[in-house]
Every structure is written in C-alpha cells, then in structure tokens.
C-alpha cells in the first residue's frame, strides 16, 4: 500500500502540539502583488481616489485669486430702436442764431434713429477677483479632504478583500491538484488490483468477474481524475481573473502552504484587532467628519457674511482704437449676507444634523457588525480545525483497515467486494482531510481578513 500524499503528512504537527506558524508563500505574495497592479475593480477604486485629489486641488484653488482675460467684438443690425429728435429741438434754435448773427455757424441738425444693439463694438479688459471672507471655501477643502481619507480607507478596504480572494481561489486551485493526486494514486491500487486478479484468473483460482470488477472500478476512478482537472481548470480561470490575465494562464503551484500548520487565536484580541484596524471603519470616520464639517458650514452660512474684492481695467468703445477714450479702470469691494431665504439655511442646518447622526448609528451599527464577523470567523475556524482533526482519525482508521483487509484479499481470505470497499473508504478518508484542511486555511485567511489583519 502507498503512503498518504506528501502535503498531508506535515499536518500532524497540529495534532502532536508542535508549535508551528504559517509563513507567507514568496508565490502567492507575487500573485497578489500583481492583482494590486492589475485588478480591474482596484484599478476603478484608485481612479476614485485620484479623483477626490483633483477634488481637493480645486477647492484649495479657490483660495487664489482668480485673473480673467475677456475680449469681445459686436456687429448688431435691426432690433428695437429708439427715436432722438434732436433736429426738432435744436433746429429753430441754430435758425434764430443764424439770423441774429448772419451767418450759417450753427447747422441744421437731423433728428436720430438709435438703435439698441451696439454695431462695431469691442470690449478688451483684464479682470482680477480675490475672495477676502468665504466661510464655504475653508469647510469645501476640509472636506474634501475627508472625501480623500475615506476613498484612501476605501480602497485599502477592497485590496484587504482582494488578497483573501486571491488567497482563497489559489487555496481552491492547490486543492484539486492535491485531490487529483489522490485520485492518481487509487487508480494504481486499482490497476495492480487488476493486474493481481488477472494473476487469479490465469491460474484458475479466480474467474473472470473479478477482473470486471476491478475496471469497472478503474474506470471510476478514471472519471472522477478526469472531473478534477475539468475542476483545476475552472479554478484556475477564476483566479486569473482576479490577477487580470488570461484565464488560461498557467499558475505557479507552491504546496507548501498546504504543508504549514496555523497558529492559535484569541477571540476576544481579533475582536480588538478588527475594531481598530478594519478599514471600513475608517470609511465611515472619514463621512462622519465630513458631516460634521458640512453642518459647521451651513452654521456659519448663518452668521457670517462673505466679503471679496475685484478690479477690472481694459478698453471699451466703437471699433479698435485702444486710445485713451477707451481706456477704463474699475474696482470692487463687495459683501454678501442672506437676511431671508425662506428659511432655507435652517433647514439645510437641520438636514446635516441628520446626516452627521445617520452616520454616526452607521458607525455603530459597524462596529456590531465588525464584531459580529470577527466572532463567527473564530468559531468557523475553530469548527474546521476540529472537523480536520476528526478527519485524521478516520483517515488512519481507514488505512489500518485497507492494511489488513489487502493481505487478507491476497491471501484469499477476503472478499473482492470487501477489498474494494476498503480502498473506497482509504480515498474517501484521504479526500476528507484534504478538503478538511485546506477549509481550515480558507477559514483562516477568512479570519485574518474579519480581523484586518
């Protein structure tokens, strides 16, 4: 009889009392390592931070005085027009002046047609503003620098998650090579089987049924290899696709996180450690400033009034003369206060009171949750752990009587059905405490990941 498969025999170092902790895999860090680089959901959380950033370049932007270059040229024909009598008013006047003078010093004037829209008209000017008071400019910045912590918080959040993903789907992927391998190796139990009651038949001890018997048993096992690398491919696909890269990709297999024990865990230190590391946390910290300072800036829209200064200077005239009659030279100071909008500023106060304690009972209710989480992954893990234990008590229960019941088969003291039995019960038992184990890995990396570690 063959040994039990290489990554199963370092695991009981668990059940000896060995004190053994996992070590991260150099294979598995460079896989994650390149999801962090090629995600394609990480590389859309990194675009949202990069865009909260220009965020927070704007509002600091505000800040600055602001400089304006204009220039504008109008041609205007017909629309409305108004009449000038001008000849009316002036005509008899310049007649009578003319008579008592003698002479024609005062012409004939002709009354005027204005027209409204200015034709053959230019503006050339210069602008500067410069914001001396405005209470919403300092509350925008700060929080849009809050908006920034929480999408950094955000995305270190979703790379926390990536790296159980990953973690999980290699774990799944290492699994069905391992699985595999012991379905190789009850194919060639059950092919020296067959060989042997070949033996049987050939010397008329046995007849030909038995040699049915063990390929029908062959082919089985024939299938389930055949169904496990459909599997392998299946979870290889899946875990390209987290690493971005073609889901046929080969993956590099490094089983010696199949050969490394856990370490133990305190219930109540993961709960500590989640409370005070987990990133969604920080997440809704980052809103609840934000609320806060949202509030603070409709409170101050109350009190404070917004002053500012401005200056333009350029040239304005019928067609380009850039002379000193076109020249021009303004300035501004100004201040703006509401002293009635319909009570909009108090309802906006009493809108981010709400908001800032809505996010406040989000934060609890997190905290509950996180928690939550914590504890169930421990008792998961814990349970696994157990589950595996118990499944390296029926796997050398299986083997001893596999021992035995082959000898006896050889010896022509058992029954075919009796052998074949066993060697199921053997790959049974072997497959279970595989599965057994590499749960005990998912849950622990499940763990690690409720606790932020």
Not at 11 to 21: D, I, K, M, Q, T
Not at 313 to 331: C, E, H, I, R, S
């Amino acid at each position: 009889m063959k040994t039990i498969p290489v990554c199963l025999i370092p695991l009981l170092l668990l059940l000896s009392g060995v004190a053994a902790f996992s070590q991260p895999s150099p294979v598995l860090e460079e896989y994650i390592r390149q999801g962090f680089s090629n995600n394609l959901a990480l590389q859309q959380q990194n675009l949202d931070l990069q865009k909260s950033l220009e965020a927070v370049r704007q509002a600091r932007s505000l800040f600055y005085p602001t400089v304006q270059f204009n220039a504008s040229y109008t041609m205007a024909t017909g629309g409305r027009k108004i009449d000038f009598p001008i000849g009316d008013l002036l005509n008899p006047v310049y007649s009578t002046l003319n008579d008592i003078t003698q002479t024609n010093q005062f012409p004939m004037l002709e009354n005027q047609q204005i027209q409204f829209l200015p034709n053959n008209f230019q503006e050339t000017y210069l602008k500067v503003a410069y914001p001396l008071f405005n209470s919403d400019l300092r509350y925008n910045r700060q929080i849009q620098e809050q908006m920034v912590v929480g999408k950094t918080a955000q995305k270190a959040a979703y790379e926390h998650e990536l790296r159980y993903r990953i973690t999980e789907a290699y774990l799944q992927y290492l699994q069905t090579l391992e699985a595999e391998k012991i379905w190789l190796h009850s194919k060639e139990v059950l092919t020296e089987l067959r060989r042997f009651n070949e033996s049987l038949v050939k010397n008329n001890v046995a007849t030909r049924d038995v040699v049915a018997t063990a390929e029908y048993e062959l082919s089985k096992a024939e299938q389930e290899i055949f169904q496990f690398r459909s599997r392998q491919n299946t979870a290889r696909a899946y875990f390209n696709f987290l690493i971005n890269r073609d889901l046929q990709t080969d993956v590099t297999v490094d089983t010696t996180l199949l050969r490394q024990s856990v370490q133990a865990y305190q219930r109540d230190q993961l709960i500590a450690d989640a409370l005070d590391k987990r990133q969604e946390l920080s997440v809704l910290r980052a809103g609840q400033s934000a609320a806060e300072l949202a509030l603070k800036l409709n409170e101050a829209n109350r009190i404070l009034p917004d002053a500012y200064i401005g200056a333009q200077a350029g040239f304005q005239g019928f067609g380009y003369k850039f002379n000193g009659d076109q020249t021009y030279v303004l300035a501004q100071v100004g201040l703006t206060y509401d002293i009635f909008n319909g009570g909009q500023t108090k309802s906006k106060i009493q809108q981010a009171r709400i908001d800032s304690e809505k996010v406040r009972t989000q934060y609890h209710e997190a905290q509950q949750q996180i928690a939550l989480q914590a504890t169930q992954a421990w008792n998961e893990f814990e349970a696994a752990r157990n589950a595996w234990i118990t499944s390296q008590q029926g796997q050398r229960a299986a083997e001893e009587t596999f021992r035995i019941v082959n000898n006896k088969y050889r010896a022509g003291q058992a029954l075919l059905i009796e052998f074949l039995e066993a060697q199921n019960r053997v790959t049974a038992a072997r497959l279970q405490v595989l599965l057994a184990w590499t749960d005990v890995l998912v849950r622990e990396a499940q763990l690690r990941k409720a606790a932020g570690l």
